[in-house]
Every structure is written in structure tokens, then in C-alpha cells.
């Protein structure tokens, strides 16, 4: 298992642009961080060296599941007759059933070290939530979850993993706090989104010194953590003496994607491989295939800091999709610059295709994939039918980020033939990133 997470900061080509002060228009500092992280998280989130140690105590739960297995899909290519090599590195094995523990934990670990005695946080599909509430179990902090009602309402035994561990969790738009009650005025049926659940979970994080707010993907830290996937899978590649030739990823945030990309953009970089590297994305939330390239507030009520991504608005709602952990309206900083360089490429799923992907790797590989990584295994089965046609034999990367166990009223409303697509048209999209933009703050 490595011990170091891998930096891309100090890799890039270019630099990223900074982040924002939404007052005052200037480039943030540490101090306008602190009422929100820790100083160790905002160190890691501004740092420039290349790797940062794993601290013992995070090594120590890491442990638990980590390394994390690398398979490759036998099975699979075999389904789909192709002379393609699909490898995956599955994350479903930590306690909370996806990648996000490894960022969960360092990010309780942090907090409990500097003295903080409860995390709140939002979540989509869940994921999020169980991964922080595990992490914050393990170092003794209170964790309060505001989840997306469209997910809390599609996924009930996630709320009651959430809880298992520890946690206080609430749909979200909520009457709890300024934000909700400000959302609920304007549409009391409304099934939330990713930035509404952030402005409820920092609105109350500010109010409390004693109180933190943690994030799941986005931010540079959040992804730096996950760059442990990668670099495991680096490892595992290389004792089977393979080098991957296209790399495919599902992208929400960026955390997973992130995670598994970084270290290979390094190794590319460094000339060592040449792998094509391919963001993957739900078409009824494409900020990277659609979005607008614009300094943006991270949430819908603008309590954030004004963060340069690719975009549909901080008050863009996505339709209820099955995956919730994709249905966020920015994308990471970091992924979102890599891509407006050219150093990635991103696609768009209907999620159909991605839950027929699902279901034939369920039936192939005997794992159920949650719904987000449905998205990435549709790009790698795509890419396998190429390889089938022009009998290229391409060695194609993955990563499962989760399973799909209490997903699984997804899975029935898909074989029911209840689930539909949902594709924006550009213009449409572009209207309403121009409305929300409008609202910005002057920053210069």
C-alpha cells in the first residue's frame, strides 16, 4: 500500500487559476479557509510539493481494505468477444462500499487532531455520507448529513447506513436551516440538488467554532487523497507487466475520476506511457461536455468561495437520476482545468446505456456496480466493441468506485422499463448558466 499521496499541482503543465474571494474578488487565503477546514486539510489544499505522507493513523484504518484488489474482467471480454483487456480496480471492498473513505478519513483524522468535535456534510446517493460517518466513527467526532431528497427518498437504506455508523441525517432542501427554508419557499416540492445540501451543511458548519464542514470531491485535497487508487493500481499494473492504453473514469465532482487519473497524467507526463485519459459523465448533468467554463460558486445559496470549473450554474437542478453521486452542477477545479488544456477527454452516458452496461457486468463479473460507476463501464464497453472491430487488442483501466447493493431499486426501475433519459440542449443550458452567472459578484 502506498504511503504518499500524489500532488498533481506540482505536475501541471500549466497552473490552475485561483480561487476566488467572493467578496472582495482577490485570491483566498488560509484565514478565510479556517471557519470551515482544519489548517492541515488547508495546507494540503494549497501545497505545491509533489507528495504528501499518509499520516500513521490514517495508514492504520486504510488497513482495514487497502490495498484495494485490481481485476481484470476475464468474464466480461469474454461477453463481449472482444480482443480488449479491460482491467478494473475495485473500491467496493472499503466499509462504505465505494472510494470515498479514502478521503473521508484523513479529513476526520485532521479534524479530530485539531480539536473539532462534530463534521456536517452533504451527500447525494449516499456514498458520501456513510464514507464520512464511518470515518468520523473512527476517530470520535459527531457527523450531521444533509442529504439530497431525491436520494433520500430513492435510497432509504442508505439513510439507515448513514445512521449505523453514527450519523444525524436530513433531506435536504430541510426547514432546519436559512438555506432550505429559503429553497422550500420557492419550490416546497423540490428534490434538491448538491448545491443546496452544501449551503445547508456550511450554513451551519460557520455557526459553531466547535463545528468543521467536509467536502467529498471538488476541492484539491479531496482528489489528492484518492490519488491512492492510482498509485496502487500503478503497482498492480506493473506486476503484471501492463501499461494501460486508454483510462476511463465515472465524473460527478472528480474524486474518483481524480483519483485514478493523477498518477497515470504524471507517468505520461514523465513519458514513461501514453494513455488516452476520458472523463465520463451523466448526460442529464454534462458540466463538462456542456457546461460553461466560469468562475462559479460551489453551492446554490453562494456561500462558497468563487471557483474557476466547468459549470451549469450553482442553481442548476438536475433531474432525480439514479445516480446521485453525479448530479453536482460544477466539476472539480483541477479536472475541469485538465480538460481546458486538452490533457483529458470527457463523454456524456444516457443512463440506459449505463444501467445495460451495469447489468451485463453484474451478469458477467458477479459484482453489481453502483449507479455512477455504470457510467464508466459503459465507455469501457464501447471502447471493447471498437477494439472487436478493428481488432485492436487495447488494454482498457477502470475504476469500480462502488457496489451497487442498496441501489438496487435502481437496478428494478430499470429491468421495469421505468427509467428514462434526459439530454439538454445547448442552448438551453447556456441560458441558464448566463442567468446564474449574472448574479456573480464583480471580481474583476
Given amino acids: 500500500m502506498p504511503t504518499r499521496w500524489y500532488n498533481v499541482l506540482h505536475d501541471l503543465p500549466t497552473p490552475p487559476p485561483p480561487v476566488l474571494h467572493p467578496g472582495t474578488g482577490q485570491p483566498i487565503g488560509p484565514d478565510d479557509l479556517a471557519p470551515l477546514f482544519p489548517m492541515d486539510l488547508i495546507m494540503q489544499e494549497v501545497s505545491q510539493e509533489q507528495y504528501i505522507d499518509i499520516p500513521g493513523?490514517?495508514?492504520?484504518?486504510?488497513?482495514?481494505?487497502?490495498?484495494?484488489?485490481l481485476y481484470r474482467?476475464?468474464?466480461?471480454e469474454k461477453a463481449l468477444d472482444t480482443p480488449a483487456r479491460i482491467y478494473y480496480k475495485y473500491e467496493g471492498v472499503s466499509p462504505a462500499g465505494s472510494h470515498k473513505p479514502n478521503t473521508a478519513v484523513p479529513q476526520a483524522y485532521y479534524n479530530a487532531k485539531a480539536g473539532i468535535r462534530k463534521l456536517t456534510t452533504e451527500t447525494g446517493a449516499g456514498q458520501w455520507g456513510t464514507a464520512l460517518a464511518f470515518a468520523c466513527a473512527q476517530y470520535g467526532l459527531e457527523c450531521e448529513v444533509w442529504q439530497v431528497r431525491a436520494s433520500y427518498d430513492q435510497k432509504p437504506y442508505r439513510r439507515a447506513m448513514m445512521e449505523v455508523f453514527g450519523a444525524t441525517v436530513h433531506p435536504s432542501p430541510s426547514d432546519l436551516t436559512e438555506s432550505g427554508r429559503k429553497i422550500l419557499?420557492?419550490?416546497?416540492?423540490?428534490?434538491?440538488?448538491?448545491g443546496i445540501?452544501?449551503?445547508?451543511?456550511?450554513e451551519m458548519a460557520v455557526q459553531d467554532p466547535t463545528v468543521h464542514y467536509a467536502l467529498g470531491s471538488v476541492l484539491n485535497h479531496v482528489l489528492m487523497h484518492q490519488t491512492i487508487i492510482g498509485e496502487e493500481a500503478l503497482i498492480q499494473l506493473a506486476m503484471v507487466g501492463e501499461t494501460p492504453?486508454?483510462?476511463?473514469?465515472?465524473?460527478?465532482?472528480?474524486?474518483?475520476?481524480?483519483?485514478?487519473?493523477?498518477p497515470f497524467l504524471r507517468e505520461k507526463w514523465a513519458g514513461r506511457m501514453a494513455p488516452v485519459i476520458r472523463a465520463v459523465e451523466p448526460e442529464a448533468c454534462p458540466s463538462l461536455t456542456q457546461g460553461t467554463y466560469a468562475y462559479d460558486f460551489g453551492d446554490t445559496l453562494g456561500m462558497t468561495p468563487l471557483m474557476k470549473m466547468h459549470t451549469l450554474g450553482h442553481d442548476f437542478v438536475p433531474d432525480p437520476i439514479h445516480s446521485?453521486?453525479?448530479?453536482?452542477?460544477?466539476?472539480s477545479p483541477l479536472v475541469s482545468h485538465?480538460?481546458?488544456?486538452?490533457?483529458?477527454?470527457?463523454i456524456a452516458k444516457p443512463q440506459t446505456e449505463c444501467f445495460a452496461a451495469g447489468i451485463l457486468f453484474a451478469r458477467s463479473e458477479g459484482i453489481v456496480p453502483a449507479p455512477e460507476p455504470t457510467h464508466a463501464l459503459a465507455a469501457a464497453v464501447e471502447e471493447a466493441q471498437r477494439c472487436k472491430e478493428s481488432g485492436e487488442e487495447k488494454v482498457i483501466l477502470t475504476a469500480l468506485c462502488g457496489h451497487g447493493h442498496l441501489d438496487l431499486a435502481a437496478y428494478d426501475a430499470y429491468l421495469s422499463g421505468s427509467v428514462s433519459d434526459r439530454a439538454w440542449d445547448d442552448a438551453d443550458l447556456q441560458a441558464s448558466v448566463a442567468k446564474a452567472l449574472e448574479r456573480l459578484p464583480a471580481i474583476g
Fill in 57 to 69: 493513523e490514517v495508514l492504520d484504518v486504510y488497513r482495514l481494505w487497502r490495498p484495494s484488489p
Fill in 73 to 76: 474482467a476475464h468474464r466480461l
Fill in 185 to 194: 419557499a420557492e419550490s416546497p416540492d423540490s428534490t434538491g440538488s448538491l
Fill in 197 to 202: 445540501a452544501i449551503s445547508e451543511a456550511v
Fill in 245 to 262: 492504453d486508454i483510462l476511463v473514469g465515472c465524473t460527478g465532482g472528480g474524486s474518483n475520476f481524480g483519483g485514478l487519473a493523477f
Fill in 324 to 331: 446521485g453521486g453525479l448530479r453536482y452542477h460544477g466539476m
Fill in 338 to 346: 485538465l480538460y481546458e488544456t486538452g490533457e483529458i477527454e470527457a
